[in-house]
């Protein structure tokens, strides 16, 4: 058990031990994964150990010493598996896109661009880590969290820095740096739609007309967060990313229901998305073009070739895969991005994906864990907000891949190519542990909401 309790004179103290030895010692075994699947591909390719295995081991490990010893000294109590999972995947895909590197164009050393980016989300996690010492100081700003937000969707509508890219202007370029500001911006609604619902969920609840059995709130409660979200919703469909604008309208839902607990919601948020999946099944260019590429990718060979290309090597490699480097991911397109999933799964097997999934669903648990025992309202949607959106990306991506889904075009996170995603989601991890370590430490089991409500160091509250 990893709970206790300690009477004291104000009451009993709810104590969560904190489990940093227990994190350390999964963190030296997660990132031992990535480091071997480098160490086996390079031997399997080239016959010999990689020339710089002693740099790379080197960084990879400290990398992964300094995030504990942030964890260990700002946030004590945090869970203790978010962050060895988090460098597991990490992990994985720097040394597939290092495998890559080797067949697909070695000149380019997208390995070592990957490295730094990964460097920079763990150094915007450590930001997150001292800077934000309680997470309910995000509280304070929801309106400004949607201005910031939409600055952020619209930039890449500029005509000097925006770039489009495979049909969608999602991208703006500086210089030689191109970054994805949507990434930023899923994390600015959160924690916007958090504040706010927050603050309206009795009104949102219980004010409001009854139509059809279900009780919808009042217009000036609900209409400017349902203002800010269409406006959003409505530059993603502008820009062409119907995958971004999926996840904002589940993160909408989502947090929402865990506000009002009002089942209407995801009821009415289900029908509304069959009804948007119709009318761009039937106006718009590239959505027919993937529900094609989903039912019936041999219709058209030569636009659908990167899903069959796939599909035959996740069969190639079959339930165990070919192993590290005995696998041929290159021949699919754009094997470091979008599919990188597919050439883990050829070299590692089906068996390997599904435990890839498994790390990703133990990820999305411990933050939704994290929402449950979480004492203020706040902090409960906002690792449940950010959670279910993690969990709703992984889906639609590794979907998509395997034939599930139509595909999209989210990337997979921690693991593709490109240093938004890897940035954002190495913020969202960052929130989490905060959250977790808030939720987590020595607070009173006799605490009123008003004392749970007030922002404290948490010195008022530890067990003596």
Request: with cysteine.
């Amino acid at each position: 058990m990893s709970v206790t309790q300690q009477p004291s004179a104000t009451g009993e103290y709810i104590v969560f031990r904190r489990r940093r030895g227990v994190e350390l010692m999964l963190l030296a075994m997660s990132c031992s994964f990535g480091l071997g699947g480098w160490i086996i591909s390079h031997l399997n390719i080239h016959g010999a150990l990689p020339p710089d295995l002693a740099w790379g081991a080197g960084i990879w490990f400290a990398m992964a010493l300094v995030a504990h010893l942030v964890v260990r000294w700002k946030a004590p109590y945090a869970d203790p598996v978010i962050l060895p999972a988090v460098m597991l995947l990490n992990g994985l895909g720097l040394a597939m896109i290092a495998r890559l590197d080797q067949v697909t164009d070695p000149v380019r050393h997208d390995a070592a661009r990957q490295v730094i980016w990964t460097a920079l989300g763990l150094a915007l996690f450590v930001a997150v880590l001292v800077f934000l010492r309680d997470h309910r100081r995000l509280q304070r700003f929801p309106y400004l969290m949607f201005l910031g937000s939409l600055v952020m969707l619209l930039l890449p509508l500029l005509p000097v820095i925006g770039r489009a890219s495979g049909g969608a202007r999602i991208w703006i370029r500086i210089g030689a740096f191109s970054f994805q500001p949507a990434e930023v911006a899923k994390i600015l609604l959160a924690v916007g739609f958090a504040a706010y619902f927050y603050e309206k969920k009795d009104v949102l609840a219980l004010a409001g007309r009854r139509f059809a059995g279900i009780d919808f709130p009042r217009a000036r409660d609900l209409g400017p967060i349902a203002m800010m979200w269409l406006i959003a919703l409505g530059i993603m469909v502008f820009q062409n990313d119907l995958g971004t604008a999926m996840l904002f309208f589940g993160m909408f839902t989502v947090m929402i229901y865990i506000a009002t607990q009002r089942p209407a919601w995801p009821i009415l948020a289900g029908v509304g998305f069959l009804t948007a999946g119709v009318l761009a099944a039937n106006f718009t260019h590239h959505v027919p073009r993937r529900i094609n590429a989903w039912l019936d990718p041999f219709s058209n060979y030569d636009a659908n070739y990167q899903v069959i290309s796939a599909q035959f090597g996740m069969a190639w490699g079959g339930l165990f895969g070919r192993g590290w480097g005995q696998g041929r991911p290159g021949l699919t397109p754009l094997p470091k991005d979008d599919f990188i999933a597919a050439s883990l799964a050829e070299e590692m097997g089906l068996v390997g994906l599904m435990g890839i999934v498994v790390v990703y669903g133990i990820i999305v648990s411990r933050g939704m864990k994290t929402a449950l025992i979480c004492p203020d309202g706040y902090g409960k949607l906002l690792a449940g907000g950010l959670s279910f959106t993690f969990a709703l990306q992984v889906f639609a991506i590794i979907g998509g891949i395997t034939r599930l889904l139509p595909l999209t075009g989210l990337t997979t996170p921690f693991m593709s190519k490109g240093g938004s995603s890897m940035i954002a989601n190495w913020m969202i991890v960052g929130i989490l542990i905060v959250v977790s370590h808030r939720a987590r430490m020595p607070q009173r089991a006799t605490a009123t909401p008003q004392e749970l409500l007030e922002p404290s160091d948490g010195t008022a509250v530890l067990a003596r």
